[in-house]
């Protein structure tokens, strides 16, 4: 505690560089993977080779990687870009699948209502399949989120600041308390992440509390729920 105490400054430096490295290439992996989930969806072998290339690309080691990355988009090997693009392509890996089960988890049968009340492609995907897919959706964010802030800490391995150098440092002095405080602190630091996402859950689908909670009651509640966004679009010309 009186090292950490002594030394918090230095910790919460780490800490911000790490929260960076971690969030920005989840937020580009989604940007990413949904419309290319969405894109796959079109036919069963585009899906089929979406789903094979991100799994594939998932199993590349995450040092090789930071290692390989400058030579292939011509960085310094201490660029903190490397780090954002590659754990981007893990983000994509991970989200794609868990995209494509977001959109196999709304009902059909609102998708055809959809259809019936004159929606275009466009407007179904932004007002039905995105938002009720969402739970799901920040499921596959949650795994992301965690998986970032853990990778990230590899790359102090190369020099690039972040959470994991009180680990290298801590190691090469063979001062256990070091390693043990940024043990701690990625913890929390992923806790935290993991809070904010089920916050951002909550406020962005309302309509999954707006009953209680039954068995039956969850399937009823969206489905009247974007029964009236239909009617409300539909009213408001949101099939355009």
């Given at each position: 505690?009186?090292?950490?105490?002594?030394?918090?400054g230095?910790?919460?430096g780490?800490?911000?560089?790490?929260?960076?490295?971690?969030?920005?290439?989840?937020?580009?992996?989604?940007?990413?993977?949904?419309p290319l989930?969405?894109?796959?969806?079109?036919s069963?072998?585009?899906r089929s080779?979406?789903?094979?290339a991100?799994?594939?690309?998932y199993?590349?080691?995450?040092?090789?990687?930071?290692?390989?990355l400058?030579?292939?988009?011509?960085?310094?090997?201490?660029?903190?870009?490397n780090?954002v693009?590659a754990l981007?392509?893990y983000?994509?890996a991970l989200l794609?699948?868990a995209?494509l089960?977001a959109?196999?988890?709304?009902?059909e049968?609102?998708?055809?209502?959809?259809v019936?009340?004159?929606f275009?492609?466009?407007?179904?995907?932004?007002q039905?399949?995105?938002p009720?897919?969402?739970p799901?959706?920040?499921?596959?964010?949650?795994v992301v989120?965690?998986?970032n802030?853990?990778l990230?800490?590899?790359?102090?391995l190369l020099?690039?600041?972040?959470?994991?150098?009180l680990?290298?440092?801590?190691?090469?002095?063979?001062f256990?308390?070091?390693?043990?405080v940024?043990?701690i602190?990625?913890?929390v630091l992923?806790l935290?992440m993991?809070?904010a996402?089920v916050l951002?859950?909550?406020l962005l689908?309302p309509?999954?509390?707006?009953a209680?909670?039954t068995?039956?009651?969850d399937h009823?509640t969206?489905?009247?729920?974007?029964?009236?966004?239909?009617?409300?679009a539909r009213?408001?010309?949101?099939s355009?």
């Open positions: 505690m009186e090292w950490f105490l002594a030394n918090s230095r910790v919460y780490l800490a911000g560089q790490h929260l960076v490295l971690a969030v920005l290439p989840m937020v580009f992996g989604l940007l990413i993977a949904v989930a969405q894109f796959a969806r079109q069963r072998a585009l080779i979406v789903v094979t991100s799994s594939l690309l199993t590349i080691p995450s040092l090789a990687l930071f290692i390989i400058p030579t292939v988009i011509g960085t310094r090997i201490l660029d903190p870009l780090v693009v981007t392509i983000a994509v794609v699948r995209a089960d959109f196999d988890s709304v009902d049968d609102l998708r055809q209502a959809a019936a009340m004159g275009k492609p466009a407007a179904r995907f932004v039905i399949d995105l009720l897919s969402l799901v959706l920040f499921a596959g964010l949650r989120s965690v998986s802030i853990s990230v800490s590899v790359a102090a020099g690039i600041g972040n959470l994991g150098m680990f290298t440092s801590g190691l090469q002095r063979d256990v308390t070091e390693v043990i940024g043990i602190a990625i913890l992923a935290l993991d809070a996402l951002l859950e909550r689908t309509w999954t509390r707006a209680p909670r068995a039956g009651q009823g969206a489905t009247a729920a974007t029964t009236l966004r239909l009617s409300d009213a408001g010309g949101g355009a």
